[in-house]
């Protein structure tokens, strides 16, 4: 891309870039935290005896795991853009 139209679209950028993967983070991490606190989530082991675990996930946990899914999106739709179509 060029230097000029670049410096020009800035702000559309930001808000595209940041924003977005911003409102993304906040949509995974709420929808993360409700299913494992709110849904019956168990894991079975099958061992000679069959056990079910309740999965407990820390909070901390969640919020990195959602932050690494927002910044591969980026990465992902960054990726796709040819270089030779958009120098």
Do not use: H
Not at 25 to 45: E, H, I, K, P, Q
């Amino acid at each position: 891309m060029k230097r000029k139209k670049f410096f020009a679209n800035l702000g559309n950028i930001l808000i595209t870039g940041l924003g977005v993967t911003f409102v993304c983070f906040a949509l995974y991490s709420g929808a993360t935290y409700w299913v494992v606190n709110y849904m019956d989530l168990n894991m079975t082991r099958y061992t000679p005896v069959v056990e079910t675990i309740p999965i407990v996930l820390p909070t901390m946990s969640m919020l990195l795991f959602t932050s690494l899914l927002c910044s591969s999106d980026v990465v992902a739709a960054v990726s796709i853009v040819e270089y030779e179509a958009q120098p």
